[in-house]
Nanobody, 115 residues
């Protein structure tokens, strides 16, 4: 399996930006899929953005054009740059990875966007 540690959450005003980081215990190249999900209070966990296989990306419609997922292979880290944040982006953000056939979750980081 792979261990994932998120950082970078916090409180920001609407329209602001945050960058989340996810440090993986294995090289990014060895991980099939890695990315971000989020869960708001009272709601189901939902996909935010993923890097799949050789590097293709997949975004939720609600974040397209505002969020960018990227990876730093040298540091085994995946980032989520979040711009033009909205109050509805408030949630706990979780890093997720599939290594071979096993899925792993990070502990989550809180993002709160005030109006």
């Amino acid at each position: 399996q792979v261990q994932l540690v998120e950082s970078g959450g916090g409180l920001v005003q609407a329209g602001g930006s945050l960058r989340l980081s996810c440090a993986a215990s294995r090289t990014i190249f060895s991980i099939n899929t890695i990315g971000w999900y989020r869960q708001a209070p009272g709601k189901q966990r939902e996909l935010v953005a993923l890097i799949i296989g050789g590097g293709s990306t997949n975004y939720a419609d609600s974040v397209k054009g505002r969020f960018t997922i990227s990876r730093d292979n040298a540091n085994n880290t995946v980032y989520l740059q979040m711009n033009s944040l909205k109050p509805e982006d408030t949630a706990v953000y979780y890093c997720y990875a599939i290594y071979r056939t096993f899925g792993s979750w990070g502990q989550g980081t809180q993002v709160t966007v005030s109006s």
